[in-house]
């Protein structure tokens, strides 16, 4: 008799995975420090290596498979510059509400959502296909981990039209120092949106920002520092913002040498606070901008953020509750190194406990859609990232849509219960049977219909500003066949360390794509 799918299940839930085994500690390290084996990119006999480390560290590569490169090429988000695209995106909201006629306002506004939401859907597609198949599997790792740690949310406000440019800055910055990632999210306007700081202002403070810098993306909570700090920051921070004018503010002469504009990025100094401030035990004399370099500067190189952060990254990389040691040494690390990121992970890689835990996390929604996708297609290159975005909103770790800014939770009792599990199995499923709509184009957007809006249509090709014309769609590719993950060098290589129930599983599927299924379901493929 055929064991039920839930006894699978129910071993993914109930039984502790093992740190691996030394012979199969190539595939333990091609797990923890990539998003999964794929026959693509022959890491599986070198990750973990030194050479390996120095290159993903040092010198990441980020060249994509020519058939993914094309897709990223023909996307708006890289065809024009972030500037551009929020201000002609604002432009059309703007004309949408001006309409007076209902139905072409509603014709308008369906147009504008469906622009906004297309530029977040391009930003998603390029994330997970360098995800999937760019070498610098390291650096593509902490991008999702910083955009986490610094998150936003796509559907805030005008934020859909600048995430894809947000993300680049964070990868940008990934392996270099904390402190000019600090100061790279600070400046850019998804983060001044996401968190309000662009209405923050001398006499109208918004403490949004202020709050969420100290507890969440540095020091973290009873940290030491007070809620009087939290308010100083915010009176630092006033008259930082965003400005989608051509135009800089009518400001004194005085001021204007303390004016500072960087694209869409704006210090205005008449919606700044001029007064001293007291903050994390420093007097900060009002000057300007130099205030919030001065407050970054003390915040970056507070042995509290050096402590709460490198726990953070110890949990992302290592699982709950990371070792004291491991954190403490890369605390260490951390105030030697002025917070040098790569320097860091370093120390974290190449600890004893570490390696000991390989094999041992548990994966969380992107992890698991990635690593399953990259082990059952490898160097064949998706057309369609549909079903993947689909799957992890589905899996509740949907790309840029988590609310709250403390992004979603690292710890494995996040995604270990039995309605995500079964989610999962689902999931393992299509993907094992094939996942044809991979390869499959996705169908254009719903056009916006010229029906019953009279000369609607020429007033907005006339009126509203230019759109960038559709990018083309990727051409068809033949479905792959089947793959048989059975016949794998990657099963090869774990299948001694497979637990006896999962075996008993694995021998009584009556296809290769149940056989697929069932081990993209085992513990041991849902730990890395």
Known sequence: MRAPVSVLLFATLATPALAAPPAQESAAWVNRLTWGASAADGAREKAGSGRWLDAQLKHPDDTLPPEAAAQVAAMRISREPLAALVVEQDAASRYANKLTDSAQRDAARKAYQQDMNALANEAATRSLLRDLYAPDQLREQLTWFWFNHFNVQAQKRDIRAMVGDYENTIRDHSLGKFRDLLEATLRHPAMLRYLDNDQNAANHINENYAREIMELHSMGVGSGHTQKDVQELARILTGVGVDLS???????????????????????????????????????????????????????????????????????????????????????????????????????????????????????????????????????????????????????????????????????????????????????????????????????????????????????????????????????????????????????AVAPALAGQTKTALTQASSPQEWNALFLSSPEFMHR
């Open 246 to 492: 051509p135009n800089a503010p009518k400001l004194s002469p005085q001021r204007q040498a303390l004016y500072v504009r960087a694209g869409l990025f704006e210090f205005n100094p008449n919606r700044h606070d001029f007064g001293d401030k007291q903050f994390l035990g420093h007097t900060i004399k009002g000057s300007g901008f130099g205030e919030v370099e001065e407050a970054l500067d003390l915040i970056a190189r507070s042995p509290a953020t050096a402590c709460h952060v490198s726990e953070q990254l110890a949990t992302y990389f290592m699982g709950d509750n990371p070792p004291a040691a491991v954190v403490d040494r890369m605390a260490a690390t951390w105030q030697k190194s002025d917070g040098d990121i790569a320097q860091v992970l370093r120390t974290m890689i190449r600890a004893p406990e570490f390696r000991q835990s390989l094999g041992t996390v548990f994966k969380d929604p992107v992890h698991y859609a990635i690593s399953s996708v990259r082990l059952m297609y490898g160097d064949k290159v998706i057309v369609n990232a549909q079903p993947i975005i689909g799957w992890l909103n589905r899996m509740g770790q949907g790309l840029y849509a988590r609310e709250t800014p403390d992004g979603y939770p690292m710890t494995s009792a996040a995604w270990t219960g039995p309605g995500q599990m079964s989610v999962r199995f689902e999931i393992a499923r299509q993907i094992g049977g094939g996942a044809a709509g991979l390869f499959k184009p996705p169908a254009p957007p719903a056009a916006v219909s010229s029906v019953g809006m009279g000369g609607a249509s020429a007033m907005m090709a006339s009126e509203a500003p230019p759109s960038a014309a559709a990018a083309p769609a990727p051409p068809a590719v033949s479905i792959p066949p089947l793959p048989k993950l059975q016949t794998a060098a990657y099963y090869s």
